[in-house]
């Protein structure tokens, strides 16, 4: 085996938002950093973020005439998680907002604006004020594109179609990772003083999503196979308006327009479910009133509602929404102008993820992560619309800020030695044994996986995976099915150890790919499982049947889940409160 191994201070396993971000601070520092992704960065996933980004720049002035602050940011988002988020790292984040915006304006992100010139600003669901900054419909393409742009003029080393296969621990130390070059089928090793996560959701985990197929939960899986924890795994948020069909996003910045949802009685019917905020209630809100007009038979036949953007004119439409449209007339046969969407809720984000500070550092020192794939928690138990957005950004450089400093307190242990082999000058090659063992046993297991024998089809475990969770672990819950669908879980765990692999070279091979992501997939559906049973309360995005009622006295805490000895374990820590004491929510 050749051993290609790279030395960076700070190694990034994703190109989204949130590792761009982060890319970008730790350059600017003059630290030595370098990304690592699966795709292109431009193909990452932020780049389907259609709506906003919230910040209280109070352009916009609300209802009374008052104007947004961090505090009504603040409130707003702790409210709509149903207080389940860390009340000191929502001010952080909510603090933080207005800069960040300015900031990406100076980087070059073209905001879309008011007849005066300031930065547009639109009503998102769960708000007291219009705070969400967009640039169209295409807020994340925008955002993206500008931060891409800023890593290539500093010259930061990517990695691109890189797999990575395993974190390198030792002690409770991370010192870097392995990855697979999906070009060469080659195994990387990646010295660092410091990982930083930012590999985005676990979407892909279920049948109906918004995600993009790259969205595996890559990044939790790795951490939790390492020793990190895992929080609110449970929590899984179901946008309310996918396009029926093939669920793709329909912004909630439709609704902000202005838009209203429809039954097939042509009634608004989110006037009965949220009297005041209708259909700008929170997505959990909206989601599973959409749900119920579709069981008691006032949805159209296949499951759906309509969004009505007619009232709004084709001017407004073409001006702020001209995705949406795009979007609709491609994939549904449907002008908004003139006819109304077919929509129905489908899987969107992950409130849980990778157990993390309020400085983005794990139980691991070494190991950190930010973005969609950590539970900081500033979502709680449901995300407002524009929150993800500004977590990425924000968090990508307070987390950045922490990584600089404690790498900057690390001694190299090892002196790297050139090598022929060096992809770049970057690169290098040093043999410290944690790294070529850990390389050693991913070629290893990736040789058994290309010689297996078995019968099962890869495609079709997966399709079962995906089935289950969306059958059993969808908007409303109860033990009876959610039960039945863990053994559903564990009995497909026990299937993909005999799939076969039918292609046997290692470059380009998009079966193996998927296997391995498959393989994660499992072990985070079964954290979203236990989590889930036996968590006996409705909060949030998480809805049971069985117990309908929150229940702040018992779960007023974070489920943590843990890898021991193979087996997943389930403990809950406290929630950090702050000021906002938790009541009823009334929308």
């Not at 790292?89 to 073209?110: D, F, K, N, P, W």
């Not at 390492?226 to 669920?247: C, I, K, R, S, W």
């Not at 984000?349 to 139980?363: E, F, K, L, R, W």
């Not at 997966?462 to 089935?467: F, G, L």
């Amino acid at each position: 085996m050749v051993y290609v191994i790279h030395q960076h201070d700070v190694i990034i396993i994703g190109g989204g938002l949130t590792g761009l971000q982060a890319a970008i601070s730790l350059a600017d520092s003059g630290i030595n950093c370098a990304i690592i992704s699966k795709v292109h960065p431009l193909r990452s996933h932020s780049v389907a973020a259609q709506g906003g980004m919230n910040a209280s720049l109070g352009n916009v002035q609300g209802e009374d005439g008052t104007e947004d602050s961090w505090e009504s940011h603040a409130f707003d988002t702790v409210k709509g998680s149903d207080y389940l988020a860390d009340q000191d790292a929502v001010e952080l984040m909510c603090r933080e907002a207005s800069r960040t915006v300015i900031e990406l304006e100076h980087m070059g992100t073209v905001w879309s604006r008011l007849e005066n010139g300031k930065i547009a600003q639109r009503p998102f669901g769960g708000a007291g004020f219009p705070r969400t900054c967009y640039a169209s419909d295409r807020t994340g393409h925008n955002i993206l594109n500008t931060l891409y742009e800023q890593a290539v003029d500093r010259e930061i080393p990517f990695y691109e179609e890189f797999f990575v296969t395993s974190l390198i621990t030792k002690d409770q130390l991370c010192t870097g990772c392995t990855a697979l070059e999906i070009k060469t089928g080659k195994i990387h090793g990646f010295n660092a003083k410091a990982v930083l996560m930012a590999t985005g959701g676990f979407g892909r985990i279920f049948n109906k999503s918004t995600n993009a197929l790259i969205n595996t939960g890559d990044g939790q899986a790795l951490s939790l196979c390492a020793g990190a924890p895992l929080n609110d795994m449970e929590f899984v948020q179901f946008h309310p308006t996918t396009l029926y069909g093939n669920n793709i996003l329909i912004s909630e910045g439709a609704r902000g327009e202005g838009g209203i949802l429809l039954n097939n009685k042509n009634e608004r019917f989110m006037e009965f479910y949220a009297p005041n905020s209708v259909d700008l209630a929170p997505r959990d809100v909206v989601a599973r009133s959409i749900e119920q007009e579709i069981i008691e038979g006032r949805g159209f036949d296949g499951g759906y509602v309509h969004l009505d953007l007619r009232h709004l004119g084709a001017d407004r439409i073409m001006e702020r929404l001209p995705g949406i449209r795009q979007i609709s007339m491609d994939f549904a046969g449907v002008d908004p102008i003139n006819e109304p969407i077919p929509v129905q809720p489908g899987q969107h984000y992950s409130m849980g993820g990778i157990d993390v500070d309020i400085n983005g550092a794990t139980n691991i020192k070494g190991l950190y992560a930010a973005g969609e794939c950590a539970c900081i928690s500033v979502h709680g138990a449901n995300r407002l619309g524009g929150n993800s957005l500004l977590e990425t950004v924000v968090f990508g450089r307070l987390v950045a800020e922490k990584i600089i400093d404690d790498v900057q307190k690390i001694k190299p242990t090892h002196e790297p030695v050139s090598t022929p082999e060096s992809v770049n000058p970057h690169d290098s090659v040093s043999t410290p044994e944690p790294v070529k063992m850990a390389m050693h046993e991913v070629d290893n297991k990736i040789e058994d996986m290309l010689q297996r024998k078995g019968k099962e089809n890869l495609f079709n475990i997966k399709d079962m995976m995906t089935r289950t969770m969306s059958d059993k672990f969808g908007i409303s819950r109860d033990q009876e099915k959610m039960l039945k669908g863990l053994a559903d879980i564990k009995d497909i765990q026990e299937k993909i150890s005999n799939v076969s692999i039918q292609n046997k070279d290692r470059k380009f091979n998009q079966a193996l790919i998927h296997f391995l992501e498959i393989e994660g997939m499992l072990l985070l559906a079964e954290t979203i499982a236990l989590g889930a049973i036996a968590r006996e309360e409705s909060r949030g995005s998480h809805k049971r049947i069985d117990y309908p009622e929150r229940n702040d006295l018992k779960f007023l805490k974070h489920t943590q889940v843990e890898l021991r000895d193979n087996k997943i374990h389930i403990s809950y820590k406290d929630v950090n409160m702050g000021i906002f004491e938790p009541k009823e929510r009334v929308y």
